[in-house]
């Protein structure tokens, strides 16, 4: 019997590492339910394990008892790129080229709880919306951030003096009266601009509850709850506000719901019993901009100084899809989702331009100024289409898909940014790839074609990998991926874009740098990253 028990130790202890205490004392009761050992035997083995776990590191790691799970993940990533413009308007025909390296940090966690809630974090590197790169030198001397400081006017001091102004017509004296003599300026220095390097930021911080197994509930800076493409939404992005998911699935020997994720289009397999459709719903209300005092105090010294009230501005998110599992490999998804602009804000306030300030005349043959604005998220209504079908043949993945996109109120956004004649609401994708990236020496190749006219999306959200994300841009984009183990891997990028409409501007901004509302008549952008993955 003793070696009986010697021998189930080890097993029993690569199953311990596993999984819980809970689960190792349940495997042995049922060893001695089965009489496979006694319970002198089972307590013996109880005691070994705990001497050998208590020698270990792991026991040194002191959970909460409310956590159940503790998923750790992240990303390191070394990034060479070449980023070149070709100018438009005044400028036209001069080329602007950046060259740099760059690095990326991720680290996450998902915490499991009891009675299904879960708390999400992400830690990265850069405070940008759209990026986590840092480039390896933008702080000199190897420096992990630099503050810079520029020369302005805190305070004056003022001299004066007596002089004649003037003869007294009766006594002929003549009579004085004071002047400024001279100012003296006094001067300080105000930081400028903080470059952060090397900080880490909070990408995501998020709660999550799953009260059903086919409702999930989320709020904080949370993932992007959306089926989406990079002509829409960067991928980088994570939203501020709330979401609400919903998923079925049906067929398959099975009814009812089911706890695979809607948006993940690569993870869901058939049951044994056939082909199963998914029904999924995805909702989103995130708060775009935060005005600070809704009600602000009045300003300046009196009652009737008053300021008009603001509100905060939300994005809100509307998605139904559906997707067919034909087989274990093979899918179609299709998934419209609408979105549209709710409240006030400031910077995103609008109305949006995005060419430079410009004077036109109105419907009254009336000069207005159509101010500088790039940032307006005014009269956008979107409907996108994104739509994928995926399959496998000789032993490899092949997948078709493209997005379609439609802003209801492109005209208005138009005419308010001074081009009544125009509406330039629509954008569409149509790509292809073929393999995927998922162990060692697996490869993809993936490619599309793109569309984006002028007033057709929202210019701060779309993926600035692409095009320098600009609107008004059309061309192609490429990628190819290797995979030297089963978490190092080589991405290469090109896409490649030239302007729509000439006598529009390209609205957005990316990472070639150029002030906003400088036009651009064709980008070329080339991306290599070693990246490795956890």
Same mark, same amino acid.
């Given at each position: ?14 199953a311990?590492?596993?999984a819980?205490a809970?689960d ?8 001695v ?9 089972a307590e ?8 050998? +776990? ?5 026991s ?13 993940y ?5 990034r060479?790129f ?6 438009a308007?005044?400028d036209g025909?001069?080329?602007?080229? !950046?060259? $740099? ?5 991720r680290l ?6 009891k ?24 702080n ?13 006017? *805190?305070?004056t ?7 004649? *102004? ?5 006594t ?23 470059? &952060? ?6 990408? !995501? ?17 949370i ?6 493409? =990079? ?14 998911q ?8 099975s009814?009812?719901p ?9 993870g ?15 909702? #989103? ?14 300003s ?12 905060d501005r ?11 599992n034909?087989?274990? $490999?093979? +899918? &179609? ?5 609408? +979105?549209s602009?709710? #409240?006030?804000g ?33 009269d ?16 490899? =993945?092949?997948s078709?898909? #493209? ?9 208005? !956004?138009?005419?308010k940014a001074?081009h009544?004649d ?13 393999g995927q ?8 190749? $993936? ?28 061309g &192609? ?7 030297f183990?089963? @978490?190092?891997s ?8 030239? =302007? ?6 390209t609205?957005?901004?990316? @990472? ?23």
């Amino acid at each position: 019997m003793k070696l009986k028990y010697l021998l189930l130790a080890p097993a029993i202890a690569l199953a311990t590492q596993a999984a819980q205490a809970q689960d190792s004392a349940a495997l042995l009761d049922l060893l001695v339910k089965k009489k496979l050992i006694t319970n002198q035997e089972a307590e013996t083995v109880r005691s070994e394990l705990t001497k050998e +776990y208590e020698s270990t590191a792991a026991s040194k790691i002191n959970i909460s008892a409310p956590v159940s799970q503790i998923r750790l993940y992240g990303e390191g990533r070394v990034r060479y790129f070449i980023n070149e413009g070709v100018a438009a308007g005044l400028d036209g025909g001069d080329t602007g080229q !950046r060259e $740099r390296l760059r690095y990326r940090l991720r680290l996450g966690a998902d915490i499991n709880f009891k009675d299904n809630w879960m708390l999400g974090v992400l830690l990265e590197t850069s405070s940008s919306a759209r990026s986590a790169n840092v480039t390896l030198g933008e702080n000199p001397f190897f420096a992990k951030a630099t503050v810079s400081t520029t020369s302005v006017v *805190t305070g004056t001091t003022t001299k004066s003096g007596s002089f004649v *102004t003037g003869i007294d017509a009766k006594t002929g004296k003549p009579v004085s009266g004071t002047a400024l003599t001279g100012v003296t300026a006094t001067k300080g220095a105000v930081v400028s601009n903080v470059n &952060f390097g090397d900080d880490l930021f909070v990408g !995501r911080a998020f709660l999550k509850y799953n009260p059903f197994e086919w409702l999930s509930l989320e709020g904080g800076r949370i993932p992007n709850p959306f089926v989406s493409t =990079r002509m829409v939404w960067d991928p980088d992005i994570n939203p501020e506000g709330f979401a609400e998911q919903f998923k079925f699935t049906f067929g398959g020997g099975s009814h009812g719901p089911s706890g695979v994720d809607a948006k993940d289009s690569k993870g869901v397999t058939a049951p044994p019993g056939g082909m199963t459709v998914d029904v999924f719903a995805n909702f #989103g209300q995130f708060v775009y901009q935060d005005v600070g005092f809704e009600n602000t105090f009045n300003s300046g010294t009196g009652p009737f100084t008053t300021t008009s009230n603001s509100t905060d501005r939300w994005m809100l998110g509307f998605q139904v899809g559906t997707k067919v599992n034909f087989d274990t $490999r093979t +899918y &179609f998804q299709i998934a419209p989702a609408f +979105y549209s602009y709710t #409240g006030g804000g400031s910077t995103s306030a609008g109305p949006f331009n995005g060419d430079n300030a410009l004077v036109i005349l109105n419907k009254n043959a009336d000069p207005t100024l159509v101010t500088f604005n790039q940032t307006g998220v005014n009269d956008l209504a979107v409907l996108d289409i994104p739509v994928e079908f995926t399959w496998n043949m000789w032993g490899t =993945r092949f997948s078709i898909f #493209g997005d379609y996109a439609h802003n209801f109120e492109a005209a208005t !956004r138009a005419e308010k940014a001074g081009h009544p004649d125009k509406t330039e609401g629509s954008a569409w994708q149509v790509g292809a790839s073929v393999g995927q990236t998922k162990k060692k020496g697996d490869w993809e190749l $993936r490619g599309w074609y793109q569309h984006s006219q002028q007033f057709a999306l929202d210019q701060n959200i779309i993926d600035d990998d692409i095009f320098d994300g600009r609107l008004n841009m059309q061309g &192609f984009f490429v990628q190819g991926t290797y995979m030297f183990t089963d @978490a190092a891997s080589v991405i290469l990028q090109y896409s490649h874009g030239s =302007r729509i409409d000439n006598s529009l501007g390209t609205a957005g901004f990316g @990472a070639l740098g150029t002030a906003a509302g400088f036009p651009l008549q064709s980008t070329n952008l080339v991306y290599v990253d070693f990246n490795l993955k956890f």
